[in-house]
């Protein structure tokens, strides 16, 4: 029975079973906690990009192929690292899982990007 409402209750804020063991991995890459994790599609996050890029991401799949969108709250290095002074690293990754492969997608700090669905 707790396992029933532990799922209930991260679906309510985006967790799904699947969308969070998605996520898992980056999770580790980034040595932070998941703090979203969103079914969704791979025209959803390519228009969560502020700039266009071009080529755009994953050029050979449809704007409805399946994705996940994780959120995950760790240390992520800037690049390329200051010449003088300390910078401190961003503290959120923005990650896209298609088809099991992870992409760095934004990163930035927790303020400045806040957790919301696609």
Do not use: Q
């Not at 804020?13 to 580790?28: I, K, N, Q, T, Y």
């Not at 690293?89 to 927790?110: K, N, S, T, W």
């Amino acid at each position: 029975m707790a396992f029933a409402v532990a799922t209930v209750g991260c679906e309510v804020f985006g967790f799904s079973r699947p969308a969070a063991e998605a996520c898992a991995g980056p999770a580790r890459e980034y040595s932070g906690p998941v703090v979203g994790a969103f079914e969704t599609t791979v025209g959803a996050i390519r228009g969560l990009d502020p700039l266009v890029v071009a080529p755009v991401r994953w050029p050979d799949l449809a704007a409805g192929h399946p994705a996940v969108l994780c959120y995950i709250d760790g240390l992520v290095p800037k690049a390329p690292p200051p010449i003088n002074g300390v910078s401190r690293p961003f503290d959120r990754a923005i990650v896209a899982v298609v088809d099991g492969h992870a992409e760095l997608v934004m990163a930035g700090y927790r303020d400045r990007f806040p957790i919301k669905a696609p």
